[in-house]
Structures are given as structure tokens and as C-alpha cells.
């Protein structure tokens, strides 16, 4: 789980979250807001960990190969709370999906975050076209993990 996992650690999800938009934020042009709404109580630390470790890495596509004026996070759970979701969407450039670099080329963001995110049973989705920006829809059902999972 990387860096994701201390800051998810000692914090709700929200705050860790926070902590990552604002160091990745960090003299970045684009405009980073996070939205919340529901009872993240029941978020384990474990997907806390993958999701805030996901949306480390959907940030970073997005400033790096982007160079969105926005980005918009947005963190949800339904009532009652069965399932978490979380969009990252931006304005910048788009690209064409599955044309995108990946661990052949050494890159392994998608893979590590569509993995990560399956490990849970949940669905990782991206849409994006050229000059339209990216969205990147994940939900997680919440449950209970085990150390087989883990």
C-alpha cells in the first residue's frame, strides 16, 4: 500500500484524503476540490488505504500527462452505508482509453490502481476522450476483509 497507507492510518478517509490533494495540489496550477458526503465510520483502513491510494494516482495522471484547470474528487457512501465511491474527474486533455501507457512500457499506475481496487471486489472505470478529460469512477463495497484479501 505505499505512502497511502500511513496517512489513511491515523485519519478518516476525508482527511486523508485532504492530505493527499493538498501535497499533491502543492504548486500545481489546477484547482483540486474534494467533495464528501455519507458516514465514512465504516471504512476499514485497509480499503481506506487502496482507495486514498488510488486517488494519489489518479491526481498524479492527471497533472502529469493532463494539465487540467480542475480536477474534482468526489467521495461518497450510500445510506445505509453498503458501498463507497469515489470520481476523480478533470478538464484537461483526455486520451483515448487503452491507448494509454502501460506496464509494457513500464508504467504500471492503472494496473497497480484496477488491481488494488479488484482486490477488494470492487470496479474501477475510466472515461475519457481526446480534449475531453478523464473520469475515473471506483466503488467498493463495504464489507469486511480478511488477511487472505489483505
Known amino acids: 500500500m505505499g505512502a497511502a497507507q500511513p ?4 485519519k ?18 489546477a484547482r483540486i476540490d474534494l467533495r464528501t458526503e455519507g458516514d465514512f465510520s465504516h471504512v476499514s483502513e485497509f480499503v481506506a488505504g487502496n482507495l486514498v491510494f488510488a486517488a494519489q494516482e ?20 450510500a445510506e445505509p452505508p453498503v ?13 483515448t482509453p487503452g491507448e494509454e501507457a502501460g506496464a509494457k512500457q ?3 499506475g492503472l494496473v497497480g490502481m484496477r488491481e488494488r481496487i479488484e482486490r477488494l471486489d470492487g470496479t474501477l472505470r475510466i472515461e475519457s476522450a481526446p480534449g475531453r478529460g478523464t473520469t475515473v469512477r471506483i466503488e467498493v463495497p463495504l464489507r469486511s ?5 489483505a
Do not use: C, M, W
Not at 7 to 10: I, V
Not at 60 to 75: D, Y
Open 7 to 10: 496517512a489513511a492510518a491515523s
Open 12 to 29: 478518516s478517509l476525508p482527511e486523508a484524503l485532504h492530505l493527499v490533494v493538498d501535497r499533491e495540489g502543492a504548486g500545481q496550477r
Open 58 to 77: 489518479a491526481l498524479r495522471n492527471a497533472l502529469k500527462h493532463g494539465a487540467p484547470r480542475a480536477i474534482i474528487l468526489e467521495l461518497r457512501t
Open 83 to 95: 458501498a463507497i465511491s469515489l470520481v476523480i474527474r478533470d478538464d484537461g486533455a483526455g486520451f
Open 106 to 108: 513500464g508504467h504500471f
Open 145 to 149: 476483509y480478511d488477511e487472505t484479501v
